[in-house]
């Protein structure tokens, strides 16, 4: 009778330290960070963040996805696969309003931090015959990988300069590790691609014995592009110190990037998210240095179409960044 008193508590015990041990792991929250290919800036990007905020944060558990980049990492907050992702500002105002990639419907974000300009790199090589834009004419060319945000913007500017995508070019669909590869191999004679300096895919190229890199200027499309679009461009520069066997600086346009949530994630984790990431800058910077970009001064609207998320708004104020 004892001995069958004394294994039912053991067993009444067991079944308590683990549920116990159940409701811990239910508490543990993950969180999806959508980024983009490896060779990019969101990757290293997401995963430094993703680290940082694991850490800081109590019970979460962060993981940077590689994605096809911002279209992607909008669909996927959209379908509740991820929590939240880097994304070009224009690609997330067609989200938002439901339109171009997304007229299946519109997405309910909400920003949560400003983060860094995106610049548009259109490379080729000597040899290729390229020197001004108008040249890509008849070329062979990547436009950037199918969900990206470098397919939109680089539609746009081809648009801006008088060329017709399908007509004009002979168009492939790559990321920029792809396009750097088949640029290589003369398999294409230019490629476009938006992202942050140094971005580690055209460094590569740039470094690549026997080959010369060329940046195509076209930083004079930006107000077409934003008469047509809304001022989501600007003109900007890659200076020649970027990359390696560059001439001169590059004029090129540019457009920020954000990351972004659904409207559905509370303002408390917004708000530590956020904190975090402004607070913990130095340790993001020390893996790429566009985090440097992560200040309080570059969270304006001007920069995001996109509402911030309330739990941002709370911080900012903290801060004395009012909105």
Same mark, same amino acid.
């Given at each position: 009778m004892f001995k069958r008193f004394k294994k039912t508590t053991i067993a009444v $015990?067991?079944?308590?330290?683990?549920?116990? *041990? !159940?409701? *811990?792991? $239910?508490?543990?929250?993950?969180? *999806?960070?959508?980024? !983009? !290919?490896?060779? !990019?800036?969101?990757?290293?990007?997401?995963?430094?963040?993703?680290?940082?905020?694991?850490?800081?944060?109590?019970?979460?558990?962060?993981?940077?996805?590689?994605?096809g980049g911002s279209v992607d990492n909008l669909k996927l907050i959209a379908s509740g696969q991820s929590e939240m992702g880097f994304t070009m500002a224009d690609a997330?105002?067609?989200?938002?309003?439901?339109?171009?990639?997304?007229k299946s419907g519109k997405v309910p974000l909400r920003t949560l931090l400003v983060v860094y300009p995106n610049r548009m790199h259109v490379v080729t090589v000597e040899g290729t015959g390229i020197e001004k834009f108008s040249?890509?004419?008849?070329?062979?060319?990547?436009?950037?990988?199918?969900?990206? $945000?470098?397919?939109?913007?680089?539609?746009?500017?081809?648009?801006a300069g008088g060329l017709d995508k399908d007509k004009d070019l002979k168009r492939e669909r790559l990321g920029v590790a792809e396009s750097v590869n088949a640029l290589k191999d003369r398999k294409i004679d230019a490629f476009f691609w938006v992202g942050g300096v140094p971005t580690a895919a055209v460094t590569d190229l740039a470094a690549t014995p026997?080959?010369?890199?060329?940046?195509?200027?076209? *930083?004079?499309?930006?107000?077409?592009?934003?008469?047509?679009?809304?001022?989501?461009?600007?003109?900007?520069?890659?200076?020649?110190s970027i990359y390696p066997g560059m001439d001169k600086d590059n004029a090129n346009t540019e457009v920020w990037n954000i990351i972004v949530t659904n409207d559905k994630m509370s303002d408390d984790d917004a708000y530590n998210i956020v904190k975090t990431l402004v607070e913990k800058k130095a340790d993001i910077v020390a893996v790429h240095k566009e985090a440097e970009s992560f200040t309080l001064d570059n969270q304006v609207q001007e920069r995001s179409p996109v509402p911030f998320h309330p739990g941002a708004l709370k911080y900012f104020k903290e801060k004395g960044i009012g909105k």
């Open positions: $015990a067991l079944v308590a330290t683990a549920g116990l *041990a !159940g409701a *811990a792991i $239910a508490q543990q929250k993950t969180m *999806a960070i959508g980024t !983009g !290919g490896t060779g !990019g800036v969101y990757y290293p990007l997401g995963g430094a963040i993703a680290n940082v905020l694991s850490k800081a944060l109590p019970n979460t558990q962060a993981t940077a996805e590689v994605t997330a105002l067609d989200a938002f309003k439901g339109e171009d990639k997304f040249d890509l004419k008849g070329k062979r060319v990547s436009t950037g990988s199918p969900g990206s $945000a470098t397919e939109v913007m680089a539609f746009r500017v081809i648009e026997g080959m010369k890199i060329k940046m195509i200027d076209h *930083a004079d499309l930006a107000d077409k592009m934003n008469a047509k679009y809304g001022k989501l461009y600007s003109a900007s520069t890659i200076s020649k």
